[in-house]
């Protein structure tokens, strides 16, 4: 487990076990994942959704309250995904972090309240997996432009992607802020506050 440059996003890479049948891993143990990112994991639900090659969907969070933290994996197929961190006065507020998500390394994402969360795929048919710490409630949706020019996402399509109206007509980040919708980075687990304070410092503990 890797923390990105998201603070309290991670990057899991799990260990994969092969032989002439085929391949085994573990993709979630919440022990661990508790003990990394020191807040609990409790799955309430698990999405799918299968897009067609090039379609872009995100940036998308939840408010707090509720919030919602997921593990986002790629099932087949492959897709570039990136994470935001959108909690208000965050030292990195409007930073990203992005990778790949495919069949091949079997990585996940874990991303936290607060932090937004959107992909790009990269082959037809592919399919992402959410595990969500909480159930859909209407109307909690934080929908941010993906396309939104102050964030400058490193997308890297060579055509217009598809996308849904409710993504293409999305706020941008600074009009989601005006609005009031965003987490504060005061809210945030105090485990993830002071791992950023110790990296500032250059003392973050790496896993």
């Not at 260990?15 to 990112?37: I, K, M, N, P």
Request: charged fraction near 25%; proline fraction near 8%.
């Amino acid at each position: 487990m890797t923390e990105t440059e998201v603070p309290g996003a991670y990057l899991i890479t799990p260990e994969q076990l092969t032989d002439e049948r085929g391949s085994f891993h573990e993709a979630l143990r919440t022990v661990e994942l508790e003990e990394v990112t020191g807040e609990p994991f409790r799955p309430q639900q698990i999405n799918y959704s299968t897009s067609r090659r090039n379609t872009l969907r995100g940036i998308h969070s939840v408010t707090v309250p509720p919030g919602q933290a997921k593990l986002v994996t790629c099932v087949r197929g492959a897709a570039r995904d990136i994470v935001v961190d959108l909690r208000v006065n965050s030292p990195t507020f409007g930073h990203f972090d992005g990778t790949v998500l495919d069949t091949i390394t079997a990585r996940s994402v874990y991303v936290p309240e607060g932090v937004g969360h959107g992909f790009l795929t990269l082959t037809d048919d592919t399919c992402i997996c959410y595990v969500l710490s909480s159930a859909h409630v209407p109307g909690t949706q934080v929908d941010i432009n993906p396309l939104d020019p102050d964030l400058a996402l490193p997308w890297n399509f060579t055509e217009p992607p598809l996308m849904s109206h409710k993504d293409t007509t999305a706020r941008s980040l600074t009009e989601t802020l005006d609005a009031g919708l965003l987490m504060a980075w005061a809210a945030v687990p105090p485990a993830v506050r002071d791992r950023r304070r110790d990296d500032e410092h250059g003392h973050r503990p790496r896993r």
